[in-house]
């Protein structure tokens, strides 16, 4: 039987506090219809003051634990665009704070596609046998990169924590992972960018510019990029684990807008209903997005034991990737 990383245990996390749509329209220049009409998000999660990426991370890692019914990993990967510092990685202060000893523990750094990239890199440990169970976790404070004052960003990020709990098993098994596809264009660094506080800006000698503290992004170009992108590593995926369009029961996209996702599943032909949204109640999450879909999916039970899942993501890089996977029979986390 063929070897597979198989998913044992699902956990999302969202901080407490919701910023309603409203409530951004009463410090910047925008309004609840056109959030809603543009994006499809009513309101999203933020950290209070104090809280960080590695304390949701933690906590999403925790549930998905708990889920999978352990209390140990082996391995500890984080996918995040808002580590707790620039140096060192988030994810061995997320081992700590676990209680997972000594464990190898890395940050992956691929914005919104940070979670593919991760779980590639997590089930290869698994599949090479460095593992036996991998805690593979998409976390962001993505609020503490955003400028208070930019409506084009400000409106669509959230903040929030996914996670997967990976073990070894065998590709027929109900939650195999079975294709991972992954792919990056460095020509397109200046799209989806926080220009400041890296190598570049402090060889150049010259003073800190305020706006490049903060994240920016072409919304436009990346729109168009993020649907054509998708639906191009969804067919490799889906060529590569032979599986037709037509088999998949769900599509699982990086919740970035829900017209990019209505428009990958009309690209692949693939019904609007077949498309996981909880982009309305916690924004663009980046690295965490998909993970928190698939716990949301789990939640609702629009995710079944034996569910052919279509992961597809798009973000900064630019990176890109899609995956197959069997859904689990899991409890509800
Ligand atoms: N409120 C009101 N008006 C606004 C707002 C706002 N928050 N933001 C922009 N506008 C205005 C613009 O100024 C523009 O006005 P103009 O016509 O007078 O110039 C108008 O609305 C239209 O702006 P566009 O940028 O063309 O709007 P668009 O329909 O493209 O929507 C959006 C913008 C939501 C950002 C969209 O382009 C998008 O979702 N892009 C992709 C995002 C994505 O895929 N991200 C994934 C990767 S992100 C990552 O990796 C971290």
């Not at 063929?2 to 749509?21: D, E």
């Not at 809603?36 to 933690?58: N, Y």
């Not at 890296?198 to 010259?206: M, Q, T, V």
């Not at 067919?235 to 017209?259: E, F």
Request: charged share 20%.
């Amino acid at each position: 039987m063929t070897r597979a990383a198989v998913i044992a245990g699902v956990g999302g996390h969202v901080p407490a506090r919701v910023v309603t749509n409203d409530e951004l329209a009463q410090r910047l220049d925008t309004s609840d219809a056109w959030i809603r009409s543009r994006t499809g998000i009513a309101q999203r999660h933020v950290v209070e003051p104090g809280v960080t990426t590695s304390d949701l991370a933690a906590e999403a890692g925790r549930r998905a634990l708990k889920n999978a019914g352990h209390d140990t990993a082996d391995l500890v990967i984080v996918a995040t665009t808002s580590p707790d510092r620039p140096c060192p990685a988030t994810a061995p202060t997320v081992a700590a704070k676990l209680g997972l000893g000594e464990v190898p523990a890395y940050d992956i750094a691929a914005v919104c596609s940070g979670f593919l990239y991760a779980l590639q890199a997590g089930a290869a440990a698994v599949l090479a046998g460095h593992a036996e169970r991998v805690l593979v976790i998409g976390a962001e404070a993505f609020s503490t990169l955003l400028s208070p004052t930019d409506r084009t960003t400000a409106v669509i990020f959230g903040d929030g924590a996914g996670a997967l709990l990976l073990r070894a098993g065998t590709a027929d098994e109900p939650g195999a992972v079975h294709h991972v596809h992954l792919a990056s264009d460095g020509t397109m660094a200046d799209l989806i960018t926080v220009r400041g506080g890296g190598a570049e800006e402090r060889s150049s000698g010259l003073p800190v510019r305020e706006e490049d503290r903060y994240f920016r992004m072409e919304g436009k170009s990346v729109f168009f990029a993020a649907v054509r992108r998708m639906a191009q590593s969804s067919l490799t995926a889906l060529s590569r684990t032979g599986w037709d369009t037509a088999q998949v029961d769900r599509l699982v996209g990086h919740q970035a807008n829900t017209r990019i996702l209505h428009a990958v599943a009309e690209q692949l032909g693939l019904p609007a209903e077949r498309a996981v949204i909880n982009i309305d109640q916690v924004g663009n999450t980046s690295a965490a997005s998909i993970p928190l879909a698939l716990a949301h999916g789990m939640a609702t039970g629009e995710l079944r034991t034996d569910d052919r899942v279509l992961l597809t993501a798009f973000g900064g890089g630019a990176t890109w990737g899609a995956a197959t996977v069997t859904w689990p029979d899991l409890p509800p986390s």
